[in-house]
Nanobody
Framework: QVQLVESGGGLVQAGGSLRLSCAAS????????MAWFRQAPGKERDFVAG??????YYADSVKGRFTISRDNAQNTVYLEMNSLKPEDTAVYYC??????????????????????WGQGTQVTVSS
């Protein structure tokens, strides 16, 4: 069982920045692809960014503004969010899926490929 704990959400003005963190409780962190999804009120949970052995992947809506990274020594994945927009307002979830199943653009966007999820952290961007 892997526990994921997100932090770093909050309220920020449009154009501002936030850095989300997700700490994983596992000794086999390197075995997992990690991703961030988000869910706005009344909408489905959408893929934001992912990182696997094959590289990093981003949704078109955040490409060039968000950066995903991981520190395997700290069992942590990060999401650096710059130039934030009101439409980025959502609950952001961290997810972990075994790398042998989550390694391509097709698979990394599918929420069903992930075995573990965090509790979410709220990001609110005011205009």
């Amino acid at each position: 069982q892997v526990q994921l704990v997100e932090s770093g959400g909050g309220l920020v003005q449009a154009g501002g920045s936030l850095r989300l963190s997700c700490a994983a409780s596992t000794r086999t962190f390197r075995s997992y692809a990690m991703a961030w999804f988000r869910q706005a009120p009344g909408k489905e949970r959408d893929f934001v960014a992912g990182i696997t052995w094959s590289g990093t992947y981003y949704a078109d809506s955040v490409k060039g503004r968000f950066t995903i990274s991981r520190d395997n020594a700290q069992n942590t994945v990060y999401l650096e969010m710059n130039s934030l927009k009101p439409e980025d307002t959502a609950v952001y979830y961290c997810a972990a899926g075994l790398s042998r199943y989550v390694y391509s653009w097709a698979s990394i966007r599918e929420s069903s490929k992930y075995d573990y999820w965090g509790q979410g952290t709220q990001v609110t961007v005011s205009s």
